[in-house]
């Protein structure tokens, strides 16, 4: 690792960072609807299984390579394997990094739209109906969700200018807290709802018959999306850890809060799906119809909803933040830019594609490619196939390739704070259950077998 390489300065900051990466409209916007579309109780089981027992492990394989090499994700496989096809996977990585920035950052412009409105109050009285009529005039225009994509992107770009520490550790240890707190006040309230026990049924009790291939192929990239797992930007916010940040319980603490998140979201979305008698197959639209009614429906709910809204915003901060830094590190180090020149394309070419997601669903939802808009392209290829892809070739090559020395110095660098057991346990995962089972699920999802 290069000494003069920058490094978050605490303990709390890998934490709130790394969290922060993982927990975002994922959880919030993602999961709820990707359950809701998937049957409930049956995906949030496979999600759950995806996480844990493949998530986790390859987690820490991208932990290892990024902190082992201290470089960009195109550096660290020409460290670790040079002359070698294993540095191709870093392509893998930098498209699907691309592809997720530019479709999330018109999620998050909703999100800053939403914000701006709740401030005004503008759900007060307003029926379920009429709120969606106003998601879906709002969405399809051509203009506001344009403006609200450049301008949430905008933001990304002042914050990452200003480099790792200053910009994107400080931001992380305020709002990651404040979240959690919000949250919770949220899931209280929707559990004393007349839906909730309806909805607690749907988003706990899985119902088997509805799992077929491409629920678990959707659930699947639902886990890595969540855990922004498999695109490298987990071995490029690694190669800013410290040498003794203890990398399992790390991966451990990441996977378990985003859980938490995202099962949060969904005990607060789903009572209110069922008390105002909405849809809970609605898709991309679910959460930003569904919460304004629960707002619209509280004592303070013009308060309540700037706030959600505001960190709803922020949550999606912290994650685009770490997206876009696998780009900015890869120019910045392999192209020898500085950071102002890296971040500005970076963000440039997010801009460029997050118009045409934005317009995805208006002006240009007539243009569909395999029969999906841009936008569900985007969402579609980086997290079912990109990340998939990219997690299972790094798996191999950490469970197989990678000296075993290294693996075992990076998991217990800081004092043995793992076990012989737990470090066999982990290469297990990562030489056969990891490649094993996202093979097949790829291959039964895309209907290949
Ligand atoms: N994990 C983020 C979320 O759940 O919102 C999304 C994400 C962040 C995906 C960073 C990929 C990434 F590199």
Known sequence: ??????????????IATTVGSAVGLGNIWRFPYEAGVHGGGAFLIIDLFFIFIIGVPVVCAEFIIGRHTGSNIRG????????????????????????????????????????????????????????????????????????????????NYFILSRGVRKGIERMSNIL???????????????LTMPGA?????????????????????GAMGQAFFSLSLGLGCLITYSSYFKRDTPLLRTSLITAGLDTLVAILAGIIIFPAVFT??????????????????????????AVWST????????????????????TIAYFEEEFGMSRKTATALSIGIAMTLGMLCALSFGALDGI?????????????????????????????????????SVVKGELTAGGGRITAMGVRCVVFCLRWLAPVCIGLVFLYGLGVV
């Open 76 to 155: 660290a496989f020409r460290a670790l394997a040079p002359g070698k096809p294993w540095g191709l996977v870093s392509y893998i990585g930098l498209a699907a990094s691309v592809l997720i920035l530019s479709f999330y950052s018109v999620v998050a412009g909703w999100t800053m739209h939403y914000t701006v409105k709740s401030a005004g109050g503008f759900t007060a009285r307003m029926t379920a109906d009429a709120l969606h009529a106003q998601f879906d005039t709002f969405a399809s225009s051509d203009v506001l969700p344009v403006v609200w994509t450049l301008v949430f992107l905008a933001v």
């Open 176 to 190: 990651m807290p404040m979240l959690f707190v919000i949250l919770l006040l949220f899931t209280v309230n929707s």
């Open 368 to 404: 569909k490619i395999f029969g999906m808009t841009l936008f569900d392209l985007f969402d579609y290829t980086s997290s079912n196939i990109l990340l998939p892809v990219g997690g299972m070739i790094i798996s191999v090559f950490v469970g197989w390739v990678l000296d075993r």
């Open 276 to 301: 105002f008698g909405q849809e809970p197959a609605a898709g991309p639209k679910l959460v930003f119809e569904v919460l304004p009614s629960i707002f619209a429906n509280m004592s303070g709910g």
């Open 197 to 217: 026990a309806e909805g607690m049924r749907f988003l706990f009790m899985p119902d088997f018959s509805a799992i077929t291939p491409s629920v678990v192929l």
């Open 1 to 14: 690792m290069k000494d003069n390489r920058t490094q978050f300065a605490t303990r709390l900051g890998v």
């Open 307 to 326: 706030l959600f809204f505001l960190l709803l915003f922020l949550a999606s901060l912290t994650s685009t933040i770490s997206m876009a830094e696998i």
